[in-house]
């Protein structure tokens, strides 16, 4: 079985200061690894992806995670938040890409950026 | 390009009435999905279709019917809607190998 944990449900930062939003994942086999960005009354719209290839990945938006299989954590980072960054973001985890392959979530964090 | 649409966007049903909710993607993915989200609780699996023909259960089926009418469209039905089922929901679908593309929701009150 595979489970994602998302430490700290709000996170709130400066404009300009670094965005660190957390998930730890728990799979018995190579995980695929997702970073999910939902804004206000819209539906989930991927940000980055791991599969297997670079530990570091780069996405949408300035944004990148790292996969660190030591510590089972891929965690979101960018270094200069702007206000259009407040949304909820979800990490999830599949444990493989076939016609089958489903994704577990986190329970998400709201990320708030003020002036 | 439409990508995923769901209908209605919107819904208020009251307790024991039947529902159907709409899904449909134009990407020709083969896999379909639905989740409902709650708040606290991210998204949860309802059902979801590996191919045309074929359905499972996922993590929260009960209460719950669905319907892979054909490539295209994957439906979701509720017999007998029940206030715990208030919540928004989402259909999503994918190509083998890429990542699930989401629909905007359906906001489903239950009263």
């Known amino acids: 079985a595979q489970s994602v944990t998302q430490l700290g449900s709000h996170v709130s930062v400066s404009e300009g200061a670094l965005v660190l939003l957390r998930c730890n994942y728990s799979?018995?086999?190579?995980?695929?690894l997702f970073w999910y960005v939902q804004y206000p009354n819209q539906g989930l719209q991927l940000l980055l992806k791991?599969?297997?290839?670079?530990?570091l990945v780069k996405g949408i938006n300035g944004f990148e995670a790292e996969f660190k299989k030591s510590e089972t954590s891929f965690h979101l980072t960018k270094p200069s938040a702007h206000m259009s960054d407040a949304a909820e973001y979800f990490c999830?985890?599949?444990?493989?890409?076939?016609?089958?392959?489903?994704?577990?979530f986190g329970t998400g964090t709201r990320l708030q950026v003020t002036l | 390009n439409a990508g995923v649409t769901q209908t209605p966007k919107f819904q208020v049903l009251k307790t024991g009435q039947s529902m159907t909710l709409q899904c449909a993607q134009d990407?020709?993915?083969?896999?379909m999905y639905w989740y409902r989200q709650d708040p606290g609780m991210g998204l949860r699996l309802i059902y979801y279709?590996?191919?045309?023909?074929?359905?499972d259960k996922g993590e929260v089926p009960n209460g719950y019917n669905v319907s892979r009418l054909n490539k295209r469209e994957f439906s979701l039905r509720l017999e007998s809607a029940a206030p715990s089922q208030t919540s928004v929901y989402f259909c999503?679908?994918?190509?083998?190998?890429?990542?699930?593309?989401f629909g905007d929701g359906t906001r489903l009150s239950i009263l």
């Open positions: 999503a679908s994918r190509r083998q190998g890429q990542p699930q593309h």
């Open positions: 799979s018995s086999v190579p995980p695929y």
């Open positions: 791991y599969t297997s290839a670079a530990t």
């Open positions: 999830a985890v599949s444990d493989d890409t076939g016609t089958a392959s489903k994704l577990t």
């Open positions: 990407m020709n993915h083969n896999s």
């Open positions: 279709s590996a191919s045309e023909g074929t359905t």
